[in-house]
Nanobody
Framework: VQLQASGGGLVQAGDSLRLSCTASGRTFTTLALGWFRRTPEKEHDFVAHITRSGETTNYSDSVKGRFIISRDNAENMLYLQMASLKPEDTAVYYC??????????????WGKGTQVTVSS
């Protein structure tokens, strides 16, 4: 499975940004997917997860209410809509495939990330 995130950039605190992730190498609807972020302090910081059908989503407490994970199975796309961004959201964001169809399952494929920088 090949995963590639895009859409990062430099924004100001309070702004919104939408990240996208493309997946290839396997039928998209068989992939349960998540978003993670990497900072100097934390290598794999869980952000959000979505099941194969898109019916169930889970979020870390730090982004709940501000970020929305979604997927378009017809377009083979995963999204992360981020709102009310804070400087502490600054990180490299990347998408990953989970081994099972629930949020706490281990991830077995990781994509290349996209940098999000939030200035105060």
């Amino acid at each position: 499975v090949q995963l590639q995130a895009s859409g990062g950039g430099l924004v100001q605190a309070g702004d919104s940004l939408r990240l996208s992730c493309t997946a290839s190498g396997r039928t998209f609807t068989t992939l349960a997917l998540g978003w993670f972020r990497r900072t100097p302090e934390k290598e794999h910081d869980f952000v959000a997860h979505i099941t194969r059908s898109g019916e169930t989503t889970n979020y870390s407490d730090s982004v709940k209410g501000r970020f929305i994970i979604s997927r378009d199975n017809a377009e083979n796309m995963l999204y992360l809509q981020m709102a009310s961004l804070k400087p502490e959201d600054t990180a490299v964001y990347y998408c990953a495939k989970s081994l099972r169809n629930y949020w706490s399952a281990p991830m077995d494929y990781w994509g290349k990330g996209t940098q999000v920088t939030v200035s105060s």
